[in-house]
């Protein structure tokens, strides 16, 4: 919809958790009959509204509401009188950081808030302290929701009722109760996992041969060994609920943006209780694909690195590691290869790493003679850095005086909030330069010397793995690997090696 060229108002429509769970059952489109509501409304005040913004998520932090962010800039348009709503909550329930700051910019806007019942100018006295009580009581009745909504998950727990928003895999939700029902397509896939995990199957094991058999997850992804062993671990399979095991924590905050961090909870600390639902495997089965998937013998491992690669080398197509792995051949004699993740887009092959290691040393031989010859170039340039700091000093003068343009009233807040954007774009982009620039302090004849040495190590059978890693690192910041001929007797690659400081 088009921006008025008078006066206009912006409708902004968001759904509760509540009308989402009513709308997973087809009981009516919550935001559908929000916006016949408002638009009632504005036709009956003659309301000209200039854009419609609908937010289908129910987050209540403005970081996790792309539409409400959107509708933030939008009101800093002078011609922008005021926002159309259902409730003030829809504006924002959140901590008193975020309710703060929709208040501040409601108000230093002019922004109006219209709602069915009443106006609010959050420049009046009277208004703008019912905007605030409003929030900060419905700020307090969320806090009281999730409580009682914990309480009674934990309740229901108890009774044995799944509480997940999602059904595991392998069963399916029961519209409008906190039960589970197999799927008939999932529930077979899941009782052949724990069959062949119970008779020896390690993880990896199981995933290649789903895989190979045509059957995906429930999104259609190919099986890995994490997702087996996700499933496996799962006490609802043998007929128990757990509530409560995982749990997503703040671990601190940037501006508007929370950390989380997803915790495991102590034994003791969860419901795990006998489920109502029907069980997929006994618990026998359960417990003895549990121990023979994920109990073994503990090895006291070498942790020296046996890759002179590691840390450096990473597929060019998808950006995963490429990590050594030992094959063990037909004679009982060990291969060293690098191997990429299995079932990715780039379906990258194994490859023997004495194959890459001589690559390596080819494309180092023609890194040392480019140096040399002044092909590549590196170091700082003093004249780019010149001209980097000063269109910092600038930009830093520039916005001295846009604020003092902006505090003398001769531009509006819209154009003040547009031309201090692409300052501080252009500033981050400078100073990103600049870091990069200063950061080039190594000289090229450094680069050729440690090159030359790492040469002499990598070709020296008698230095070890982690000394050959450490001499690359030195000066590699990263190898990007490519596949040219994928033929088995014909194997070609290239290498593309990032150098530290050029």
Sequence with gaps: MQRPDEGYYIMYLRRSRADIEKEKYGEFNTLAAHEKTLTE?????????????????????????????????????????????????????????????????????????????????????????????????????LEHIRERLH???????????????????????VPYRAALVPNEKEAPVVKLIFKLASEGWNKGAIARHLNTSGIKTRFGYLWTAARIGTILSNPIYKGMVRYGYRRQQVVS?????????????????????KGNHEPLVSEEVWELANRRAFEGVPVKRDRSIKNPLAGLIVCGKCGRA???????????????????????????????IAYVMECLCDALEDIAVDLETGVIRC??????????????????????????????????????????????????????????????????????????????????????????????????????????DRARKNRKIELHVKLRGV
């Design 151 to 173: 309480n009674g998950n934990i309740r229901s727990a108890k009774d044995g009722n799944y509480q997940g928003s999602k059904p595991p895999y392998g069963y399916d939700k």
């Design 322 to 352: 490429l990590v050594r792995q030992d094959v063990k051949g037909k004679s009982g004699k060990h291969f060293p290869r690098l191997h990429h993740a299995y079932y990715t887009e780039c379906q990258c092959k194994s490859i023997s």
């Design 379 to 484: 170091g700082i340039d003093p004249a780019e850095l010149e001209a980097v700091e000063h269109a910092l000093a600038v930009e830093d003068k520039k916005l001295d005086k846009l604020i003092e343009l902006f505090n003398a009233d001769a531009i509006n807040v819209y154009e003040f909030k547009e031309r201090r954007e692409a300052s501080d774009k252009m500033v981050e982009q400078l100073r990103l330069r600049h870091e990069e620039l200063t950061n080039k302090g190594v000289t090229a004849e450094e680069i050729i010397f440690s090159t030359h040495e790492a040469l002499a190590k990598l070709r020296d059978d008698s230095v070890s793995a982690e000394e050959k890693n450490k001499a690359l690192k030195t000066f590699i910041e990263r190898i990007e690997y490519f596949e040219i």
């Design 41 to 141: 409304l504005a036709v009956r005040r003659n309301l000209k509204i200039g854009a419609i913004y609908r937010e289908l998520v129910s987050g209540e932090s403005i970081e996790e509401r792309t539409e409400f962010k959107k509708v933030l800039e939008h009101i800093a348009d002078p011609l922008c009188l005021g926002v159309i709503v259902h409730a003030v909550d829809r504006l924002g329930r959140g901590d008193p950081m975020e309710y703060g700051l929709i208040l501040s910019s409601l108000q230093y806007t002019h922004t109006l808030v219209v709602t069915p019942n009443r106006d609010y100018d959050p420049n009046m006295t009277d208004d703008r302290e019912q905007l605030k009580t409003q929030m900060f009581f419905s700020n307090i009745e």
């Design 253 to 273: 905050r940037d501006g508007l943006k929370f950390v989380k961090k997803t915790t495991v909870s102590k034994e003791g600390q969860y419901v795990l209780e």
